[in-house]
């Protein structure tokens, strides 16, 4: 084994199994907590998304409101 290998070989020897459970651990932390973090984003997304519907549906509600109520009726009829 030359070079770049050989320095592999010796530093996998060196660490042993330590070196793999140590990778294995961090990248089971990692997984985790990007999992919590997009659990938590997409969480997030959707309380925001539900408060813009409501929003919404709000200005919605009050703008049919106006032009049902009797005083835009009323206009409407002189208009037309």
Known sequence: VTGMNNQ????????????????RFWEQEIGKQTYYRQSEEYRLGKSALRKLREGWRQR?????????SPDETKKRANVG
Do not use: M, S
């Open 60 to 68: 919605l509600e009050a703008k049919l409101r106006l032009q049902n």
């Open 8 to 23: 592999y070989v010796r530093r996998e020897v060196f660490c042993g199994n330590t070196c793999h459970e140590l990778k």
